[in-house]
């Protein structure tokens, strides 16, 4: 069974950087697909930056050259950089895995940049 637990949200300033890492098991973790989502009070779930087992990302354009997605499959972990936070970056974010055809999900770590 696939566990992952998202841990490094917490209360910054805009401008300012924080680090998600999210840990995982039961999984055969360096071929899966691991992604980070969000979701802020009112909106629908969004896609914010994904890594596949050959290491090849994607981020949302809302994302893209401020935050950093990497993993070390050694650990079985994913971290997300996050620099130049905005306000609008507000949510809670949650970790991802794509497990034969079922994807996993984290209880998510809460952001909050304040302006």
């Known amino acids: 069974q696939v566990q992952l637990v998202e841990s490094g949200g917490g209360l910054v300033q805009a401008g300012g950087s924080l680090r998600l890492s999210c840990a995982a098991s039961g999984t055969t973790f360096s071929v899966r697909s691991v992604g980070w989502y969000r979701q802020a009070p009112g909106k629908q779930r969004e896609l914010v930056s994904s890594i596949g087992g050959s290491g090849d990302t994607t981020y949302a354009d809302s994302v893209r050259g401020r935050f950093t997605i990497s993993r070390d499959n050694a650990k079985k972990m994913v971290y997300l950089q996050m620099n130049s936070l905005e306000p609008e970056d507000t949510a809670i974010y949650y970790c991802?895995?794509?497990?034969?055809?079922?994807?996993?999900w984290g209880p998510g770590t809460q952001v909050t940049v304040s302006s």
């Open positions: 991802t895995l794509d497990e034969d055809g079922i994807t996993a």
